[in-house]
């Protein structure tokens, strides 16, 4: 299996920058997409950003400007670069991870918490 194990959040306020780091462990395949999502409180859990292992990334339209996702050579660990940051951006940021196999494995981080507040 995977394991994933977030870091970086905590309390800012708004116009702050944050860099969240997910460190992955374990069975990783060479093909494989992660990403970031976030739940807020009352809200569905969401996709903030994600990277193939080809280096193609996506946001969503609400951090498009303001949030960097990266991964390091060796493609075990992936990096959220927030810039600009909103009360909005509160919520709980999750790391995930899709194989490439044969029935699309998928994992998830622990979750580390934003709090955007003045």
């Known amino acids: 299996q995977v394991q994933l194990v977030e870091s970086g959040g905590g309390f800012v306020q708004p116009g702050g920058s944050l860099r969240l780091s997910c460190a992955a462990s374990?069975?990783?395949?060479?093909?494989?997409?992660m990403g970031w999502y976030r739940q807020a409180p009352g809200k569905e859990r969401e996709l903030v950003a994600r990277?193939?292992?080809?280096?193609?990334?996506n946001y969503a339209d609400s951090v498009k400007g303001r949030f960097t996702i990266s991964r390091d050579n060796a493609r075990y660990t992936v990096y959220l670069q927030i810039d600009s940051l909103k009360p909005e951006d509160t919520a709980v940021y999750y790391c995930?991870?899709?194989?490439?196999?044969?029935?699309?494995?998928?994992?998830w981080g622990q979750g580390t918490q934003v709090i955007v507040s003045s």
């Open positions: 990277i193939t292992s080809t280096g193609n990334t």
């Open positions: 374990g069975s990783i395949f060479s093909g494989n997409v």
């Open positions: 995930n991870v899709v194989l490439a196999t044969a029935r699309w494995d998928q994992y």
